[in-house]
Each structure stands twice: as C-alpha cells, then as structure tokens.
C-alpha cells in the first residue's frame, strides 16, 4: 500500500512499480532488421509452386522444344546435338510432372537410339555416296539389274562413309528427342483447350494420337510389374504375346470412354455458318500454307532470297484469316482458359533465341556446325554456338515446380 499524502490521496506509483504490476506493457526489444536485398532478390527470383494461376502454358513448352529442334536440324556436329539432347533432358528431368505422358521421355530417347542403328545399318548395307579412303572391310556386294544402276548392295564399306550415317541420324534422333521433351512437359488436355477453335477437331485427333504412345507405354511397363510380382518372366517372346492382350483390352476401353465422354459434351457440333464464308474459309487456309510452304522454300533457297520473306508473311496473315472466319463454325466454350504470362513467354523465347542464334552462327561459320568428313576430322565444340544452346537451360530455373516433383 502507498503513503497517503497531506490532501488525503494516494500518490499515483512510479514507472517502475507500474511496470512490475503489470499495469504498463514491459519494454520490447525493437524487431530486427529486414534481411538484405540480394537475399530478398534471390527469393522473388525462386520459382514458385506451379498451381493454376502460374503453371507454364503447354504451347510454350512446344515452342522451346521446336526452338531447340531447329537448331539441332541446322547442324550434325555431334558435340551440339549432345548438348541440345542434355539440355532437354535437364529440364524434363526438372520440370515433369508424375502424369503418363510426362514418363515418355525416354521411350523417345531410345527411339533415337534406334534411329542411329537402324541409319548406320543402311549406310553398311546399302553403301553411301560419300567418298572414302579409309577402308574399314569389305561386304560381298550383290549384282543388281542395269535398271537399278547407282544402287547397289554389300561393297566396300569406309570410315568416312560410317561417321556420316551416324552424323546424320544423330541430328534427326535429336529432332525425335526434342519433340518427345515436348511431349513429357507439356499437358495435352491443356494444349487442346488453347487450340483455336477451327483447328479444335483436328487438335483432338493429333492430342490422342501424342497421348497414345505414352499410355500404351505405362500399361506395359504395368503389366510388366504385375507379372514380376507374380514370379512369371517380364521378358521374351511369349510374355510379350500375353501383355499385348491386356494392353489392347485397355486400349479398347479407353477409346469407348474418350468417345463417349466427347459425345457426352456435344463434340461434333457445329454452327451454321453460310456457304460464302466457308469457302473464303477454305480459300484462306490453304492459300496460306501455300505461302508459308513456298516463303520457307525461298527463305532456305539460296535463288528465293529476295521473293521468300513476303510469302511467308502473307501466308501467314492469309492462314491467320482463315483460321479466324473457321471459328466461327464452332460451338465450343473455354472455362478458365489457360493464358500467356511472364514466365510462359521467358520459355518460349528460351528456345527461340537458341534457334535465332545458332542459325546465325552457321550463317558466317557454317564449319562450325558441319565438321568435315571428307578428308576426316574430329568434331570440335564451338563455344559460341555452345552457350547459345546453354540459353535453353532457362526452364529449369523460372518455371514453376509441379507439385509433385520434390
């Protein structure tokens, strides 16, 4: 109790004694400092989470992978279609998801394997134009009919006849495997709900045929694991006839639900649109394939220089019309559609810079790209085509993690 003053109140208790009996707040220690700028940076550069709002849009996913195709169609030089495959395998490998078609990746990658093989295997057995001097051995050759003079079969068989089949199948077995990174990146339920819409019914035929490779190729490796489980063999020749059963059961079945569900939803259905507008529809679209076709036959002719660009772009403009009066035959609606953002479009022009600029490269060191095989050399890793295709590695850092990698 405090001492009563003259005037009879009580003083009122200093800030010490306010303090211990809990009538005043106790001092706090001021909160630290926010953390430093590079390390605020650093987490607003991090890709986020994927979920519906971020998620990469499959078309830019197809236009990375064509990116790096193009650049793997400019060159055989073996070194930079090995980068460009390690590439898109990085990326899958970072940026897949755990649905069907993202576990065919590496179907693709052994298709290209076979291509090899089976080019190599051509080139042996049925000789090459290439000019050689480097004898490797010698197959008995095959007499043919004087029709089929400048074929023949068996014959002397060269290094440098060999080094150019396997050059060359290892640029379209990287074409393969670029568009396979496509394939296991981007989702095709998504890709077909952004086609426009008077592609719509041909996009859902290219979907399910991209999405039946992928499918069969999980029920077999399903069917496989069963098997194993059940102490039977996973391989050979008489397994295979008894998997291939099942998976064509399951195949069936998942036909009759995808055309049921299609009818179910009103596929097929169209507006009515007048005969006019249907041909100058027609019209439109096939006059700008024409010209997109003959404005990149003169862009890589060397002769068409000078006529190539305008084609290209008015067939492009014509295709665009087209395009634009054919969807108004189509009935269809999109709920919640899928849309371009920052990171879509960083993807995107990931793969075009590495096509932009590994064309440029062979443009004014075209041997960079080309190592020679007549006389005989060893390929060579140019460093600027090479951190060119480094660019394509950018996926892997700015788009969103799927949920389900880890």
């Known amino acids: ?5 003259a005037d009879g109140r009580t003083p009122a208790p200093s800030g010490e004694t306010r303090a211990a009996r809990g009538l005043v707040p106790p001092r706090r220690s001021p909160a630290p400092a926010p953390a430093g700028g590079p390390t605020r940076w650093r987490e607003r550069l991090r890709a986020p989470r994927a979920d519906r709002s971020n998620a ?6 197809w236009l990375w992978a064509l990116g790096l195709a193009a650049a793997a169609s400019r060159t055989t030089n073996p070194l930079l279609l090995g980068l ?3 590439t898109a395998g990085y990326v899958v ?4 998801t755990d649905a069907p078609w993202a576990r065919s990746y590496l179907s693709f990658v052994k298709l290209g394997l076979l291509v090899i093989a089976v080019r ?12 050689g001097a480097h004898t490797l051995f010698t197959l008995p050759e095959i007499p043919l009919p004087d029709w089929a003079r400048g074929i023949r079969v068996g014959g002397r068989v060269t290094a440098e006849q060999l080094v150019f089949a396997l050059y060359d199948g290892a640029k379209l077995a990287a074409l393969l495997i670029c568009v396979g990174a496509a394939n296991a990146l981007a989702n095709p339920a998504r890709l077909l709900k952004s086609l426009p819409s008077a592609l719509y019914e041909a996009g859902v035929a290219v979907v399910v045929a991209m999405t039946f490779a992928p499918n069969l190729v999980a029920d077999i490796a399903r069917l496989r694991t069963a098997r194993r489980l059940r102490g039977r063999p996973a391989g050979g020749l008489r397994a295979i006839v008894q998997i291939g059963l099942p998976v064509l059961e399951g195949a069936l079945e998942r036909s009759i639900a995808v055309a049921a569900s299609m009818d179910a939803r009103g596929y097929g259905r169209s507006a009515e649109v007048p005969p006019a507008i249907a041909r100058l529809t027609a019209v439109c679209v096939l006059g700008g394939l024409l010209g997109v076709c003959a404005g990149s036959y003169g862009l890589l002719a060397a002769e068409g220089g000078v006529y190539g660009l305008p084609l290209l772009i008015a067939g492009l403009a014509a295709a665009v019309a087209g ?5 108004r035959r189509s009935l269809r609606t ?25 064309i440029w490269t062979g443009s004014y060191s075209p041997e960079a790209l080309h190592p020679s095989v007549v006389p ?22 700015i788009a969103p993690v799927p949920k389900e990698c880890s």
């Open 84 to 86: 460009l495959v390690a």
């Open 376 to 397: 005989l050399a060893a390929p060579v890793l140019p460093l600027w085509p090479a951190l060119s295709v480094a660019l394509g590695l950018l996926p892997a850092f």
């Open 56 to 61: 990469v849009h499959p078309g830019a996913w």
């Open 334 to 358: 999109r709920y919640r559609p899928d849309r371009f953002g920052p990171r879509s479009w960083l993807v995107a022009a990931s793969g075009a810079a590495v096509a932009a600029l590994v």
């Open 1 to 5: 109790m405090g001492t009563a003053t």
């Open 120 to 131: 190599v295997l051509f080139s042996t057995l049925l000789g090459s134009p290439i000019p």
């Open 323 to 327: 395009l634009g009066l054919g969807g």
């Open 93 to 96: 490998a970072a940026r897949r």
